[in-house]
Every structure is written in structure tokens, then in C-alpha cells.
């Protein structure tokens, strides 16, 4: 995104199903990252704050008394990894679209290289948990996100990845990540009205058998997206402190937790 300009992304959201066109501005300096309903009357404006955080099921949503936003994660994942502190995005619908299931389109539109995370850094560890996952921040000399997941199916099973963006940049080693679900589960969430949007071609669908729609772009794709939108989460900060953060069989709820204590520390 070179300043100044401009871009827009039509698609469709993940749980909503519905077509929406978003259109990304630059904002004045300070303003912070924020969406707009311009399908709503009076236009409501949605901060993507911590503090606008509704809920966290399978997706994060912000909102306000007046309108919210789903699956925001993906597009702030960019935004922030891009450098992009001030931005106003304009949605005329309930969710931000889902495009290929990455970041990967978003980065390629926002147009702007180098790494701009960090703001401050984090002084004593801060964790969360629950049961055995848990997501936490550790004083470091640079940034670092580390994250495992377990899945009983074969092809995913137990992985791990360590991301550094001042070793890989996030749109070669990240950005590309798709969203990924079991196959076992799409029935029960669609009864549920969720991943009304969901396809072959914007998820990765996994069964007992294997991949339903291989290649994968990472042989460990699935662990690559849950950095993915912890990124997305935490960017609700802001700027990200210097950390390594560390996580296990997390998730957005735990993400969000974390972002909210850390909101406490760095005031």
C-alpha cells in the first residue's frame, strides 16, 4: 500500500457466505487501523482495538454498539506485517472476505515491503491457558513466533513452526497460509450457520484419508496459518511488542486473551 493510495478486494465471507467489497485508504497519522460500514446508515466506524473484540469463535470479530465486523484477522495480519498502522477500511457487509484462505492476496495488494511489528518490548513473561493450550509472551532480543498444533488425523498430526520476520518476511513464509478444517466437522458447523462461505477453493479440508484438495503450499501449511492469525489478533495491539511468542493448540479466544493482558502491561 504506498501512501497515499488506495485498493479494493471483492470476495465472499467464510462463515456469512456473503459477497463483500472491501476498499482500503490511507488514514491520518494516529488514527489507527478501523473499519466502516458503509452499508450501514451513518456509515458506524468499528476501531480494531482490543477493546472492540466481540467474539472469538472461529474467527475474530469486532464491534461497536452500532455494527460489527467478522474475520478480521487475516486482512490486519497484512496490514500490520506490512507496516500499515493507519488505515481506514471500508466494508459494505458483515465480513471481511475470505479470498484464497491466506493473507497472501492482501499482502500483494497492500504493496508495501519491510517489516514494521514492533513497538516496545515485553518485560516479564505473560501467559494463558486452558487445560493444555496456552499461548505466551517472553522477553526476547527480537521478535519470534513459535506455535505447535495436534490433530489426531495423520496428515496434519503434531507440528511445529518457528517464524522470525527479521529471517523470513511474512508474505514468502506466512502470508501464503490457507485456513484449514476438518472434514468431520463441516456438517456441524454449518448447522451451527457458520463457513456458509467455505469451499475447496478458499480452505484446505482435511479427512482420515489425507488432503481432499492437495497440494498444500507449506508441508506444514496448517501450523503456518495458526501464526497467521495470531498475528491478525494480536495487531489489534496496535503495534506488536518484542517477544517470542509462544503458543500450543491455541486459538483465537486464547490470542485474544493474551493481547488483552499485554494491553494492561504496555498500557
Not at 183 to 211: F, P, Y
Amino acid at each position: 500500500m504506498v501512501k497515499g493510495e488506495d485498493f479494493e478486494v471483492e470476495g465472499v465471507g467464510l462463515h456469512s457466505g456473503v459477497p463483500v467489497k472491501v476498499r482500503v485508504l490511507p488514514a491520518a497519522v494516529g488514527e489507527g487501523r478501523f473499519f466502516v460500514r458503509v452499508d450501514l446508515p451513518g456509515k458506524p466506524v468499528i476501531p480494531a482495538r482490543i477493546d472492540s473484540v466481540r467474539e472469538t469463535t472461529l474467527s475474530t470479530e469486532l464491534a461497536t454498539e452500532w455494527a460489527s465486523v467478522k474475520t478480521v484477522e487475516h486482512l490486519l495480519a497484512a496490514l500490520v506485517a506490512s507496516g500499515v498502522v493507519d488505515a481506514c477500511i471500508e466494508i459494505d457487509g458483515p465480513e471481511v472476505p475470505l479470498l484464497d484462505g491466506s493473507a497472501k492476496d492482501w499482502v500483494e495488494a497492500i504493496n508495501l515491503r519491510g517489516n514494521a511489528l514492533a513497538m516496545g518490548a515485553v518485560k516479564e513473561p505473560i501467559w494463558v491457558r486452558s487445560g493444555d493450550a496456552f499461548v505466551a509472551a517472553l522477553p526476547a532480543e527480537g521478535m519470534r513466533f513459535t506455535y505447535g498444533i495436534d490433530f489426531a488425523v495423520a496428515a496434519i498430526g503434531n507440528q511445529w513452526y518457528s517464524w522470525s520476520p527479521m529471517v523470513e518476511s511474512f508474505a514468502a513464509a506466512i502470508a501464503p497460509a490457507r485456513t484449514f478444517v476438518l472434514a468431520e466437522q463441516v456438517e456441524q458447523l454449518r448447522s451451527l450457520g457458520l463457513i456458509k462461505g467455505g469451499t475447496l477453493d478458499n480452505a484446505l479440508v482435511c479427512s482420515g484419508e489425507g488432503w481432499l484438495n492437495p497440494p498444500l503450499r507449506f508441508t506444514n501449511e496448517p501450523v503456518r496459518h495458526k501464526i497467521l492469525d495470531l498475528v491478525g489478533d494480536l495487531s489489534l495491539l496496535g503495534k506488536i511488542p518484542v517477544a517470542h511468542f509462544l503458543a500450543y493448540k491455541a486459538g483465537h479466544n486464547l490470542h485474544i486473551q493474551l493481547a488483552r493482558k499485554l494491553s494492561m502491561v504496555n498500557g
